[in-house]
């Protein structure tokens, strides 16, 4: 089923019109559950409630990240660094220059994945960074279990522990009638549950979930699904429900 969900009309943008999503690049649920769309022009980020949207009282530029930190509020990772609620001015993230993603684990860590750096950046809160061997890669999500990432030179889904050991790895085409060429965003549930945002390839644009044990559960190809815009970012809702940010569209489209 292909549902597109209307907002209010309230006034002029950004307060309801259908085009307030101008530009929505990245997703993410805060700890109430509500889904939070960063949208790349303003550099703001918007919380959904039912049909209603408004904005928080969070900002930055070309965020590359946005998630649920410690208290369920929402973080965004810049290139300039890491945005939290009423803070004064980014945290610096010690050069790191092509972030692809970042998972808060359980004991408030941040594991940040750098394209041009090997495995992981950790910063631990009022600690010094430190590095965690691994493979490039180019998307990172926290899970149920630990994280999940995706390398598009290895053409693999990796499934790591809390400790940043791997657990598992999954080829682009493993249980897919063809393999994808790379890995757009991902996106994690409660349940252990991964989303893959999928691009290029035979399989080419469209969407993959695999169980916690890496098996594949569900998949579609925006094609056959008569889908057609640019899905830039995704997310799991409570009910199961894929959600996608698309671009092209200015709009939200849920699977």
């Not at 970042?102 to 408030?108: E, K, S």
């Not at 990172?140 to 030179?153: P, Q």
């Not at 044990?213 to 057609?228: C, E, N, V, W």
């Not at 199961?240 to 200015?250: E, P, Q, T, W, Y």
């Amino acid at each position: 089923r292909l549902l597109k969900p209307g907002f209010k009309v309230e006034g002029a943008w950004p307060k309801g019109q259908m085009k307030w999503l101008h530009t929505p690049t990245l997703l993410a649920m805060d700890g109430a559950g509500r889904v939070l769309v960063y949208q790349k022009d303003a550099g703001a980020v918007f919380s959904i409630e039912g049909a209603a949207a408004s904005p928080v009282s969070l900002q930055g530029p070309d965020a590359v990240a946005i998630f649920a930190g410690t208290g369920g509020q929402p973080w965004l990772l810049t290139e300039s660094g890491l945005v939290k609620p009423g803070a004064a001015s980014p945290s610096p993230l010690n050069g790191l220059t092509h972030i692809r993603g970042a998972a808060l684990d359980r004991w408030g860590s941040l594991w940040i994945a750098d394209s041009k750096t090997p495995g992981f950046t950790v910063q631990a809160s009022g600690a010094p960074s430190t590095t965690v061997s691994g493979p490039i890669l180019d998307a990172l999500v926290s899970t149920r279990d630990g994280m999940a990432g995706a390398t598009d030179e290895g053409r693999k889904l990796v499934l790591f522990d809390a400790t940043g050991k791997v657990r598992k790895e999954i080829p682009y085409g493993m249980g897919l009638g063809a393999p994808y060429k790379e890995c757009v965003a991902l996106a994690a549930d409660p349940l252990g549950n991964l989303a893959v945002l999928t691009s290029g390839g035979d399989f080419g644009e469209g969407v993959a979930i695999y169980g916690p044990d890496g098996t594949l559960l569900r998949q579609a190809r925006f094609k056959d699904l008569g889908i057609s815009g640019r899905a830039v970012s995704l997310l799991i809702d409570r009910s199961g429900g894929v959600l996608l940010a698309d671009r092209r569209n200015d709009t939200h489209i849920r699977l």
